[in-house]
């Protein structure tokens, strides 16, 4: 019985050492490769002095007649996991080259794997430790103004977006950019902004980005847009006081620092000539005989606008048969047609003001014995028999039978009834 334990013992040893040894089977071994070279090459990228990238270099044989190779290198730095892939295909002997630039400061683990062409690990291997200054530019904004910190509406004005990021593209964690404080929607792929056409107001422009390493950077920008004053302008009149027919404009002429091609006008000319364009000239040499009242209001983008005025005066011609007795006539010296009423009517209604003056001015004697007859021997109102008295303020009352009471009105020198 004992004998039968020891076999049984030593059968279950050899099948324990067998499969110890198929657990030791290196894979990448296994596959008929052999690792003939590794080797790590610290570089400074940017030539400034301190190293920001790791160069991983491997040799690697092959048994087999053809092999595909999947080489990967891992980077992790601060949570944050990065691949840097590369293949190989090739028989018997062939080196490869991968480089890690490092995308933020501190320290980052490195690791190359080795995966056959269905992706299979064949080999894990532990670079080690390496503490690194950033290779690649990190993410930067710059909003740049071309114009004044205060400018006025419609004045010329762009705002460029200059932008940079290598980290998050370069390990495929790009990031979002958003931009506020604009009175418009601004798209990602606007890099030049015209603010040319911003309303008036106090504008503060922030634009944001982070990407998917967590690196973030913001930039901020000031303006003022103030609105632009009213447009100054004149109104030119040549052909005043012209008979029809002849040369006669009317020009719209802007002020010497100003543009008014764009600007709208509006033009009201009493009385009424008809349709008048948008137009900075007319043409009053056909116009009818009379005096025009004309109104110019110019308006420009920021609906902002000036009314300016002027008188034009256009004289009958000479063999004009009008029968508008309002149309302007135009003297003609010593041969002008006078009429003789017109001066007798003046002097007759110089005459009767004149004579009614003076009677106003002349009291007659029938007035002097009316208001005679109105006072006693005293000089005192006549109250013709009548109760008086004088109250506190010094007015004169008489008293009727019936009750009722008048007063003495010294200004007319006549007893008026209460």
């Known amino acids: 019985m004992r004998e039968w334990l020891l076999i049984a013992l030593m059968v279950s040893l050899s099948f324990a050492g067998q ?33 920001d990238a790791i160069r991983v270099v491997v040799v690697i044989n092959s048994t087999n007649q053809w092999v595909d190779l999947t080489l990967t290198l891992i980077g992790e730095h601060s949570g944050f ?18 480089t890690y630039d490092s995308w933020a400061a501190g320290e980052h683990q490195l690791q190359l794997e080795i995966s056959d062409a269905d992706g299979i690990l064949l080999k894990s291997i532990n670079l080690g430790i390496f503490d690194l200054s950033p290779a690649l530019a990190t993410p930067e904004i710059d909003l740049v103004l071309s114009g004044s910190e205060i400018m006025q509406t419609g004045d010329d004005c762009e705002i460029t977006r200059d932008f940079v990021d290598e980290t998050g593209p370069r390990w495929n964690f790009p990031g979002t950019r958003s931009i506020i ?8 792929t606007e890099q030049v902004l015209d603010c040319s056409n911003w309303p008036a107001g106090n504008y503060i422009v922030t634009e944001s980005y982070q990407n998917g390493l967590g690196q973030t950077t913001t930039d901020t920008l000031e303006l003022v847009i103030v609105n632009k004053p009213p447009p100054l302008f004149s109104i030119d009149v040549n052909g005043n006081d012209a008979k029809i027919g002849t040369p006669c404009s009317i020009t719209h002429t802007p002020s010497s620092s100003e543009d008014h091609s764009d600007f709208s006008k509006d033009w009201k000319i009493t009385p009424s000539i008809g349709m008048v364009a948008n137009t900075s000239n007319l043409d009053c040499s056909q116009w009818e005989s009379g005096v025009y009242k004309i109104l110019l209001t110019v308006t420009n983008d920021e609906e902002i606008s000036t009314t300016n005025g002027a008188m034009l005066i256009r004289m009958p011609a000479p063999d004009s048969t009008s029968e508008d007795e309002n149309a302007p006539a135009q003297s003609k010296g010593m041969d002008t047609e006078t009429s003789s009423v017109g001066i007798w009517g003046i002097g007759l209604l110089s005459l009767v003001l004149g004579i009614a003056v003076f009677v106003l001015m002349i009291k007659s004697p029938e007035d002097d014995e009316l208001f005679g007859g109105l006072l006693n021997e005293m000089g005192e109102p006549d109250s013709e028999g009548l109760p008086t008295h004088i109250d506190e303020n010094g007015m004169l009352w008489r008293k009727h039978e019936n009750g009722e009471l008048d007063w003495w009105d010294r200004s007319s020198m006549m007893w008026k009834r209460w």
């Open 19 to 51: 499969v110890s040894a198929q657990e030791e089977i290196d894979p990448f071994e296994e596959a008929g490769l052999n690792l003939v070279a590794l080797r790590n090459d610290s570089l400074d990228m940017n030539q400034d002095g301190m190293m």
């Open 81 to 98: 996991t990065v691949y840097e892939e590369i293949y190989m295909a090739f028989e018997d002997q062939e080196n490869a080259s991968l």
């Open 181 to 188: 404080g604009t009175p418009f929607t601004v798209l990602e």
